[in-house]
């Protein structure tokens, strides 16, 4: 149960002269007892050759909280973002992060140097056993091109080491996600449009099931069943 709706504020820089306010919504657990902080960024400043985008800017996550980030164009919400997941440092100031917390993110743009199926790509959110269901997922594509007794035993060499992994419960998350974002495993990542490759990456922070997911418009290019599914499944992994 959610006992109040905080919102929090920093300073950052507006398009103009003026300064805006960038404010995140923050449902707080009602007992505060169990508040553990997450993430947090204290007194962080960033600035790209300009007024700054962050100034002085305090701010934490704590487990159970959902937070929705709202501000117009260069308010510093993907940058606030890149912060908290590591891959952007402040000039100034503190990112504070609790042991062993996993991050994922999705990305406004796509990166570069993502390349193999929708399958692959969406599979590498879980490490080291999604490359392993990865390595599962297309040998038992080619023993469907190529049923040879090579083909069939190195299917089953990969089958065992998925066993032993425990990884079929991972095969079923990565292939529910799938499914429900209407993705087809088999097409390269490279030829897919624009809005399949989100898509795909969307799927891929997912899977992950990280303790902190940042989402940055994870809305695009989802039709309302997709967007609706995304929801409930969030919900239910808390």
Same mark, same amino acid.
């Given at each position: 149960? +959610?006992?109040?709706?905080?919102?929090?504020?920093?300073?950052?820089?507006?398009?103009?002269?003026?300064?805006?306010? $960038?404010? +995140? *919504?923050?449902?707080r657990l009602l007992d505060v007892s169990q508040r553990v902080s997450l993430l947090s960024i204290q007194s962080v400043s960033i600035a790209f050759g300009g007024p700054p985008v962050l100034d002085g800017a305090s701010f934490s996550?704590?487990?159970?909280?959902?937070?929705?980030? %709202?501000?117009?164009?260069? $308010?510093?919400?993907?940058?606030?973002?890149?912060?908290?997941?590591?891959?952007m440092l402040p000039d100034t100031g503190e990112i504070v992060r609790q042991g062993g917390v996993t991050v994922a993110r999705l990305e406004q743009d796509i990166p570069d140097g993502v390349h193999g199926t929708i399958y692959d %790509?969406?599979?590498?959110? =879980?490490g080291e056993d999604g490359r392993l269901l990865a390595r599962y997922h297309e040998a038992s =594509?080619?023993?469907? %091109?190529? *049923?040879?007794?090579?083909?069939?035993? $190195?299917?089953?060499?990969?089958?065992?080491a998925v066993d032993s992994a425990n990884g079929w419960r991972l095969h079923t998350r990565v292939e529910t996600v799938?499914?429900?974002?209407?993705?087809? *495993?088999d097409a390269q990542f490279e030829k897919a449009s624009g809005g399949r490759k989100r898509q795909t990456?969307?799927?891929?922070? =997912?899977?992950?099931?990280?303790?902190? +997911?940042?989402?940055?418009?994870?809305?695009?290019?989802?039709?309302?069943?997709a967007i609706e599914w995304m929801e409930g499944y969030l919900i239910e992994q808390g």
């Open positions: 149960r +959610l006992a109040s709706f905080h919102a929090s504020s920093w300073p950052v820089a507006g398009p103009s002269s003026s300064r805006g306010i $960038a404010r +995140l *919504a923050c449902p996550i704590e487990r159970g909280e959902r937070v929705s980030l %709202v501000g117009r164009n260069g $308010a510093g919400k993907s940058t606030l973002m890149k912060l908290l997941d590591g891959t %790509v969406v599979a590498e959110g =879980l =594509l080619t023993v469907g %091109v190529d *049923a040879s007794e090579a083909n069939l035993k $190195a299917r089953d060499r990969l089958h065992h799938l499914e429900h974002l209407g993705l087809e *495993a990456l969307l799927a891929r922070a =997912l899977v992950r099931q990280p303790d902190v +997911l940042l989402l940055d418009e994870p809305t695009n290019h989802l039709d309302i069943d």
